[in-house]
T-cell receptor
Framework: EAQVTQNPRYLITVTGKKLTVTCSQN?????MSWYRQDPGLGLRQIYY???????DKGDVPEGYKVSRKEKRNFPLILESPSPNQTSLYFC???????????????FGEGSRLTVL | QQQVKQSPQSLIVQKGGISIINCAYE??????FPWYQQFPGKGPALLIA?????SEKKEGRFTISFNKSAKQFSLHIMDSQPGDSATYFC???????????FGSGTKLNVKP
């Protein structure tokens, strides 16, 4: 089954404790991206990656890091989480090259993060 | 500052009625305008999308109307059903689908 898998789905942590949210896709997509969803703000793009070792900032990258060492994985790293990073996080992927690049994003089911 | 403004925040429609959600944008470089549907506990899923060279696109009961001069686009759901109850997000994309800007979302409740 084609899917984007995020882990953990739920996490409660404390300020300053480094954490990583993993994202993996099995559709051989070149493009992957991270979003945070907050009430009244919709989804805001954090980082995106067009392919292995190619990443760039989205709209709200402060406080986050990403890496793309393999095509299927795109982890989101919070080096020193703060309470304002409490949010619902979504990973998405899509084709990026050729005629398959229709712009359709395939989302994971989300990771709800609470930073105390 | 929200790049894509969406309204209303919530919407209640009777079964069989028409649901209309509106979005507006400022950046004329946007070249792709999708609508995503999200059910509770799930990630958003693409519903329908349009390019700015087309004024309308219809897929089943869902229609996007696009007004390039006004920089507005809207989603119309005809014959709304309780199963359509979900949160809807409009979005706009730039830079060959690399960057996406989403609206704030509309929670639709279709009453039986």
């Amino acid at each position: 089954e084609a899917q984007v898998t995020q882990n953990p789905r739920y996490l409660i942590t404390v300020t300053g404790k480094k954490l990583t949210v993993t994202c993996s896709q099995n559709m051989n997509h070149e493009y992957m991206s991270w979003y945070r969803q907050d009430p009244g703000l919709g989804l805001r793009q954090i980082y995106y990656s067009m392919n292995v070792e190619v990443t760039d900032k989205g709209d709200v990258p402060e406080g986050y890091k990403v890496s793309r060492k393999e095509k299927r994985n795109f982890p989101l790293i919070l080096e020193s989480p703060s309470p304002n990073q409490t949010s619902l996080y979504f990973c998405a992927s899509s084709y990026w090259t050729g005629s398959a690049n229709t712009g359709e994003l395939f989302f994971g089911e989300g990771s709800r993060l609470t930073v105390l | 500052q929200q790049q894509v403004k969406q309204s209303p925040q919530s919407l209640i429609v009777q079964k069989g009625g028409i649901s209309i959600i509106n979005c507006a944008y400022e950046n004329t470089a946007f070249d792709y305008f999708p609508w995503y549907q999200q059910f509770p506990g799930k990630g958003p899923a693409l519903l329908i999308a349009i390019r700015p060279d087309v004024s309308e696109k219809k897929e089943g009961r869902f229609t996007i109307s696009f007004n390039k001069s006004a920089k507005q686009f809207s989603l119309h759901i005809m014959d709304s059903q309780p199963g359509d109850s979900a949160t809807y997000f409009c979005a706009a994309s730039i830079d060959n689908f690399n960057k996406f800007y989403f609206g704030s979302g509309t929670k639709l409740n279709v009453k039986p």
